[in-house]
């Protein structure tokens, strides 16, 4: 069965970073575009960015732009999201998705 298993959230200062893993199987991995997808304290789902299939193209959130970057290692079956310059404004929980599907998300949270 499909299976997303996100890690690399934590505890850390505004301005700081954090790199979120995705580990995918049941599926064809990279015959796929993948998403980034975040949900605030109190807040709905918000989607922050897609890569396609063989990571050539990446889309980003406005709020996102310049301080993340998405990418994908097909021969692991994982995706990655790198987070710079970190705002308290980014603490959620981030999952990753396939086709409507996701993982039961990792913590991050911005705060002094």
């Known amino acids: 069965q499909v299976q997303l298993v996100e890690s690399g959230g934590g505890l850390v200062q505004p301005g700081g970073s954090l790199r979120l893993s995705c580990a995918a199987s049941?599926?064809?991995?990279?015959?796929?575009?993948m998403h980034w997808l975040r949900q605030a304290p109190g807040k709905g789902l918000e989607w922050i960015s897609t890569?396609?299939?063989?990571?050539?193209?990446?889309n980003y959130v406005d709020s996102v732009k310049d301080r993340f970057t998405v990418s994908r290692d097909n021969a692991k079956n994982e995706l990655y999201l790198q987070m710079n310059r970190l705002k308290p404004e980014d603490t959620a929980v981030y999952y990753c998705?396939?086709?409507?599907?996701r993982g039961q998300g990792t913590q991050v949270t911005v705060s002094s």
């Open positions: 890569i396609n299939s063989i990571g050539t193209s990446t």
């Open positions: 998705d396939w086709a409507s599907t």
């Open positions: 049941g599926f064809a991995f990279k015959e796929y575009p």
